[in-house]
């Protein structure tokens, strides 16, 4: 039959309603007890004037990352857009994956090359790039 939107929104929410609860419990758990005692501190004003560049970053953020897909949209017709999505989301979680690996390995590499152990930083990173 299909995915139908309503079907995939309704268990996104699902696992949103799902994780909070979660994220909820285990915060509650971890969480010592005196920062459970502890008496509120609201500073409202300078929360929101802190709030609004980031809130316009991150604006221009979401219009930067979905202009192209807007573009194509306007040019081309829905079909074209859905596989251009569906392409680009999977060029975005390779660049995920090369992220992590570089983030983790960064500290390695960056010892290996301050230790002038050159032969071990060239293996580290031909496994690593064979492996991603």
Do not use: E
Not at 98 to 109: D, E, G, K, R, Y
């Amino acid at each position: 039959n299909g995915v139908n939107p309503q079907w995939a929104l309704g268990l996104n929410a699902t696992a949103l309603v799902v994780a909070s609860l979660v994220a909820t419990h285990l915060l509650h758990r971890m969480l010592p007890q005196s920062a459970k005692d502890a008496a509120p501190a609201y500073q409202t004003d300078v929360w929101l004037r802190s709030s609004l560049p980031m809130m316009l970053i991150s604006g221009m953020n979401v219009i930067n990352h979905r202009t192209d897909t807007l573009m194509l949209g306007a040019m081309k017709d829905a079909a074209a857009v859905r596989i251009y999505t569906i392409a680009n989301r999977g060029a975005q979680l390779i660049l995920l994956i090369q992220t992590a690996v570089n983030v983790t390995l960064a500290p390695t590499i960056a010892g290996l090359h301050a230790a002038g152990d050159m032969q071990r930083l060239q293996r580290v990173i031909t496994k690593t790039a064979r492996v991603v």
